[in-house]
């Protein structure tokens, strides 16, 4: 792919040569050894702090850089690029930071977010249940108003971060029958009695990324812990996925990009009956429909990176670019993964790695067919879009 990007200014690019030293030799060496103990060690989350790659658009008065958001943009690429997927950087960063730079209290604000620039408090957000996955509105945790406390009793399953984090954003059901409109959103401290970690399950993919389950036991929060309004949590939780969504298409469009560049690489060295794999023409025609379905995609998401720079990325806009993205990462890495023949099906290759870590991509920050209603919703419904 050799289109030039416009996005980003040289002190961008200075940005990104640093980081990417740091995950060639920080993190690169002993992704493997973290995949083995299926966590991230949190002297790692200090020193990813100390280089300025957390919440890089946290403003200074809140411990961050003050910096634009391109800044966050180049961290998910470079770990993308090299197939980081151990370290929840994009959970902590992208999911957790904002909501409680947007909606928490000022002492919550001045608690946690410097902590969180620095590396020193791991966040993760809790929203997936046994019984409600991507129809969010079906939590059921329980949040139970006692005085100026709640109380919080129920369980969350699938939760990034869930072994290594200090705060837990919680989605908790606050009013049991008004559906939607009674859920809200409670920081939870992790060191609150009555909280407990479960497994760090088992996953055939993202390895390294601890993901857990969660359970709270007549676990007590102060109602300053609440994000924003009582009963409000669904309607934040609807505003904020424009950016988890776009977020997992930059991280998408950057592995099928460099899923093709290892394909190259490689079939230019393979040789097959007298003659190198990039010398048959299906291998040419593969990747040359590959790479201009990624290149497609890559302007697409620029599109999107840009518009949400100036506040106005539309939610169906980010539907669109997240279905297109993950499929298309899927789509990428399969097909690659068949050059490599057998060395393709061996961990020790990078593209068997992305195959297995490509596959969360279509569910993970809403389900492919969650994204196909939302446009299909505005298909039929938009008059002015014609």
Not at 89 to 112: C, D, N, Q
């Amino acid at each position: 792919m050799t289109m030039t990007r416009t996005l980003f200014s040289s002190g961008h690019d200075q940005f990104r040569a640093s980081v990417r030293r740091f995950v060639e030799t920080e993190l690169v060496p002993h992704h493997a050894a973290w995949e083995a103990a299926k966590i991230v060690p949190r002297d790692i989350w200090r020193r990813a702090g100390e280089m300025g790659m957390l919440c890089c658009n946290l403003p200074e008065a809140y411990g961050g850089a003050g910096a634009d958001w391109l800044y966050n943009v180049v961290v998910i690429e470079e770990l993308a690029r090299a197939g980081m997927s151990g370290p929840g950087f994009m959970v902590h960063s992208e999911m957790v930071a904002p909501y409680i730079l947007a909606w928490g209290t000022e002492e919550t604000k001045r608690h946690w977010l410097p902590r969180m620039a620095r590396g020193e408090a791991i966040g993760a957000i809790a929203i997936t249940e046994p019984g409600a996955g991507s129809d969010a509105k079906n939590i059921r945790l329980r949040a139970r108003r006692d005085g100026d406390h709640y109380v919080l009793d129920g369980q969350k399953v699938y939760i990034s971060n869930g072994q290594n984090a200090d705060l837990v954003v919680t989605a908790s059901r606050t009013d049991p029958e008004a559906g939607a409109r009674g859920i809200s959103l409670i920081v939870v401290p992790t060191d609150t009695p009555g909280f407990r970690r479960g497994r760090n399950l088992d996953k055939i993919g993202l390895k390294a990324q601890d993901t857990s389950e969660l359970f709270y036991a007549d676990v007590r929060v102060p109602v300053a812990n609440r994000l924003g309004d009582e009963n409000r949590g669904f309607a934040m939780m609807m505003t904020k996925l424009a950016q988890e969504r776009l977020t997992q298409a930059i991280r998408s469009v950057t592995v099928a990009e460099r899923a093709i560049r290892w394909t190259v690489d490689y079939t230019r060295e393979r040789k097959a009956f007298d003659h190198t794999l990039a010398d048959f023409q299906n291998t040419q025609f593969v990747l040359a429909a590959l790479d201009a379905e990624v290149t497609g995609v890559r302007v697409f998401v620029d599109w999107c990176i840009a518009r949400f720079m100036a506040g106005d990325l539309d939610p169906v806009d980010a539907a669109k670019v997240k279905l297109l993205a993950t499929d298309l990462h899927c789509k990428t890495v399969d097909q690659c993964l068949q050059f490599f023949g057998g060395y393709g099906y061996m961990e020790e290759y990078p593209i068997a790695r992305a195959y297995v870590d490509a596959r969360i991509t279509r569910i993970a920050g809403g389900a492919a067919e969650v994204m196909k209603q939302i446009i299909g919703r505005d298909l039929f419904t938009r008059e002015d879009r014609w």
